[in-house]
Nanobody
Framework: VQLQASGGGLVQAEGYLRLSCGAP??????MAWFRQAPGKEREFVAA???????SYADSVKGRFAISRDNAKNMVYLQMNSLKPEDTAIYYC???????????????????????WGQGTLVTVSS
């Protein structure tokens, strides 16, 4: 079962959006958001372990906040002060609960995650 992301849309610069993601019946020890802008490679945005340890890309620190609801197996990304350069398809990813906890230094690597969602488009207009 894939992760299902939602909450994307069109917003003006300095606006905000909240993305949600989860997979019915699945649990993950670590969940994350990545994004891919047109013509660019997929990049790490933020990650959160079940213990609530968080990691952020420098480009979103202070503007984005990742959180999770362990009871609902959901992860969220609150995006504030959005910029046109935040325009991208946002993907959520997870590390299955049956696998070992990834170390903090590996949270930004796409290869750490074994489950991915289909992506949700975020467009920020200037």
């Amino acid at each position: 079962v894939q992760l299902q992301a939602s909450g994307g849309g069109l917003v003006q610069a300095e606006g905000y959006l909240r993305l949600s993601c989860g997979a019915p019946g699945r649990t993950f020890n670590t969940m994350a958001w990545f994004r891919q802008a047109p013509g660019k490679e997929r990049e790490f945005v933020a990650a959160i372990r079940r213990s609530a340890d968080r990691s952020y890309a420098d480009s979103v620190k202070g503007r984005f906040a990742i959180s999770r609801d362990n009871a609902k197996n959901m992860v969220y990304l609150q995006m504030n002060s959005l910029k046109p350069e935040d325009t991208a398809i946002y993907y959520c990813a997870g590390v299955s609960a049956s696998r070992n906890y990834p170390i903090i230094s590996s949270l930004s690597r796409a290869t750490t995650y074994d489950t991915w969602g289909q992506g949700t488009l975020v467009t920020v207009s200037s």
